[in-house]
């Protein structure tokens, strides 16, 4: 996983993907491989996709609907 340390810049790690794919999904839902070919062009290959995923739903950024078999974003209330 490349986060931003000295030898990567932001721009060069994850971090900087989750903006391109948290919109993505603001937009409308999305199956995992629809997703990944949506963001294809921003991403370096396929592991760095799974991880992005991996820290977006971490960290409650996204969810999946087993039923409908699909990538949300999950929006947030604060009370």
């Known amino acids: 996983m ?3 340390n000295k030898l990567y810049s932001y721009e060069k ?3 900087s993907k989750f903006p391109i ?11 995992v491989s ?25 960290l409650g950024a996204i969810e999946f609907d ?3 078999e699909v990538l949300r974003y999950v929006v947030r209330t604060h009370e």
């Open 21 to 31: 794919v948290l919109r993505t999904l603001q937009k409308a839902d999305h199956s």
């Open 2 to 4: 490349r986060l931003p």
């Open 66 to 68: 087993d039923e409908k």
């Open 34 to 58: 629809d997703l990944y070919l949506a963001v294809k062009a921003d991403v370096s290959d396929v592991g760095e996709f799974i991880e992005i995923l991996d820290c977006l739903y971490a």
């Open 13 to 15: 790690s994850i971090l």
